[in-house]
């Protein structure tokens, strides 16, 4: 499934074309800014996001790892890390950008994408070069609260707008656009605050801000470094990158959500756990293993 595209993949299976254009094509514009000739894992994984149902956190998803954080008893160091050096023991120390400490470490797990174009750490001391591939895609994400403009997408008055608006069209100068509800607000529901999300490859202009809204109260605007450029170039990454050193987001070559972060954090927490000895299947350690 890697090495065909979702196209390929979904024609193989009798998938019409209209279906693949219409259909599968507007999904991967929504959910990474790219088309189906992305491989057919990250495609297949975007159609499953495509499904009804996705659940949101009052106060935001970031509450997750929060609370993961508070559970794991773990300590928390709030450090920007710029390099990460091996010693001839085998053990890691970490350099911080705003902190002359080096603390020491049996093993390091990098959670962060790593890529030429995002996070760079710097790898001292390493019997070879890494080789760390790929880049990621720009979604520009903006924030409007306002009223979409009808006219530009003939729907007959402003009530009659649609919640949400995708595209397939690749060269056009936006993704999709769709109306976001609070989260304790049901979607639909009358008096919500009439507040849209595009999500574009590049910013957008005054102008094209007007021809897709009628009316524009208030804009915010958050520019990612977001996924990966799955255009077929890019291998997938690798999970261990010397005995003891982890790289969770290798996953995201595969396709990134933050399910596959899960499956990656899983593996590593293995491959991590190899390395220091300690045995999951242990009865010992069965907290260990179920906390995992
Ligand atoms: C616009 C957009 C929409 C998305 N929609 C969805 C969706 O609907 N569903 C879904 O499942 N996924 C979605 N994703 C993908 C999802 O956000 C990612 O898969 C997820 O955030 C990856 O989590 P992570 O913890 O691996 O990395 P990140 O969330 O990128 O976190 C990495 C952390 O490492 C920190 N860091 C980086 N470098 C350093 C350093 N040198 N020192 C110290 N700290 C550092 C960063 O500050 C950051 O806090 C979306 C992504 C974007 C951008």
Request: charged content about 20%; overall charge negative.
């Amino acid at each position: 499934m890697l090495e065909r595209s979702l196209e390929a993949g979904l024609k193989h299976a009798g998938v019409s074309n209209l279906f693949i254009e219409e259909l599968a094509n507007a999904i991967m514009r929504v959910n990474y800014g790219q088309s189906s000739d992305a491989h057919q894992f990250v495609g297949s994984v975007s159609l499953a996001g495509a499904e009804t149902g996705l659940w949101s956190l009052h106060g935001g998803n970031k509450k997750i790892p929060h609370a993961l954080l508070n559970a794991s008893g773990a300590s928390f160091h709030n450090e920007e890390v710029e390099a990460i050096h091996l010693n001839s023991d085998g053990r890691f120390s970490l350099r911080f950008k705003e902190n002359d400490e080096m603390p020491l470490y049996d093993a390091v797990i990098l959670a962060t994408p790593v890529t030429n174009d995002t996070s760079m750490f710097g790898f001292e001391n390493f019997p070879r070069q890494f080789h760390l591939p790929g880049r990621f895609h720009q979604t520009v994400c903006t924030m409007v609260q306002g009223d979409v403009n009808h006219e530009t997408f003939q729907f007959a008055d402003s009530s009659s707008v649609i919640d949400d608006i995708f595209t397939t069209n690749r060269t056009l100068f936006f993704n999709s656009l769709a109306r976001n509800y609070p989260v304790d607000i049901d979607d639909g529901a009358e008096g919500a605050p009439s507040v849209w999300k595009v999500f574009s490859n590049e910013p957008l202009s005054k102008r094209e801000l007007d021809i897709l809204f009628s009316t524009i109260n208030e804009t915010f605007v958050i520019k990612w470094k977001a996924y990966p450029e799955y255009d077929g170039t890019t291998s997938t990454g690798n999970f261990t990158l010397h005995p003891g050193l982890y790289h969770i987001n290798a996953i995201e070559f595969a396709a990134s959500a933050m399910e596959m972060g899960i499956i990656g954090a899983r593996n590593v927490a293995l491959l991590a756990a190899s390395h220091l000895g300690v045995d999951v299947q242990d009865r010992k350690t069965q907290s260990f293993h179920i906390e995992l």
